[in-house]
């Protein structure tokens, strides 16, 4: 099994695998009513150097990867990375596919001057929690807050905001 898939990170010329990985993370995290974007703002996304893709491909067809943002730190002069989504289609999980790509990952790492990486997990996601220890992962009690923004529609607003925060 091993033998038959490669891990690649994506450019701005492979927005079709990209387009691919999306609906892998829409069919494993069962989104409902799944939207995928424009392939000229995907490739959009692939063109940004702090916007990491890799994927995971088998005979052609995309089965898994990651999506992760690299954030620049102000403390020195160095990067951390946030995986945003990680995901194996279920029929290939528990082959070691989701461990391999998490070493690429700390390969990139290695190379790039970043020193750490983090994910977030839902504390009810077992296999997820399961996965992430399983790998090297080093839990940590944290408390996150979503904040909704409703954007604000053509002719609502007469400033872009930041006046108000001066």
Known sequence: M???????????????????LVCVFQEVFETENPATPKETYLQSLLDKPGFIVYAVICKN?????????ELPMYYGEYAELLI????IKTEYQRKKIGAKLI?????????????EFFV???????????????????????VHFNY??????DGD??????????
């Not at 945003?84 to 995901?87: K, M, Q």
């Not at 909704?148 to 529609?153: H, L, V």
């Not at 607003?157 to 001066?166: E, I």
């Open 148 to 153: 909704e923004i409703k954007p604000i529609r």
């Open 157 to 166: 607003a007469t400033s872009s905001g930041d006046d108000h925060f001066q």
């Open 2 to 20: 091993t033998d038959e898939f490669q891990i690649k990170r994506l450019g701005k010329q492979d927005v079709l695998f990209f387009k691919e």
């Open 103 to 115: 070493l690429t990952l700390k390969e990139y790492c290695k190379y790039n001057g970043i020193r």
């Open 61 to 69: 067809t995309v089965i898994g990867g990651l999506t992760a943002y």
């Open 84 to 87: 945003y989504d990680i995901a």
């Open 120 to 142: 977030p997990a839902n504390e009810e996601d077992k296999h997820a929690l399961d996965f992430y220890h399983h790998t090297g992962g080093i839990a940590e009690k944290v």
